[in-house]
């Protein structure tokens, strides 16, 4: 059983930048892809970006296209998200999960029973 632990968020203005990062357990990290999603409040969760196992394939959202960055570094079986240039809609609680592709990930994450606590990003304007 896989174990999420999200970390990083906190109150920024608009224009600023944070670091989320995402420590997994449970499971061997460097086999499978990881994601960061978000969810804002009345709203559905949705897909931000996800990174294959090796770090070579990555996806994003067009909302955050050119903004966000996600990494890994499997020796610490931590994934992380650079949020540069952020805007007041980036306001959400954000969440790491994995799959075992990139592909499962984007198409199947409405399905996932388990989430981490997730952590509160907030952009003041």
């Known amino acids: 059983q896989v174990q999420l632990v999200e970390s990083g968020g906190g109150l920024v203005q608009a224009g600023g930048s944070l670091r989320l990062s995402c420590a997994a357990s449970?499971?061997?990290?460097?086999?499978?892809?990881m994601g960061w999603f978000r969810q804002a409040p009345g709203e559905e969760r949705e897909f931000v970006a996800v990174i294959s196992w090796n770090g070579v394939t990555t996806r994003y959202a067009d909302s955050v296209k050119g903004r966000f960055t996600i990494s890994r570094d499997n020796a610490k079986n931590t994934v992380y998200l650079q949020m540069n240039s952020l805007k007041p809609e980036d306001t959400a609680i954000y969440y790491c999960?994995?799959?075992?592709?990139?592909?499962?990930?984007?198409?199947?994450?409405?399905?996932?029973?388990?989430w981490g606590q997730g952590t509160q990003v907030t952009v003041s304007s």
């Open positions: 449970g499971r061997t990290f460097s086999s499978y892809a």
């Open positions: 999960n994995s799959d075992s592709t990139t592909a499962a990930m984007t198409s199947g994450y409405r399905l996932y029973n388990y």
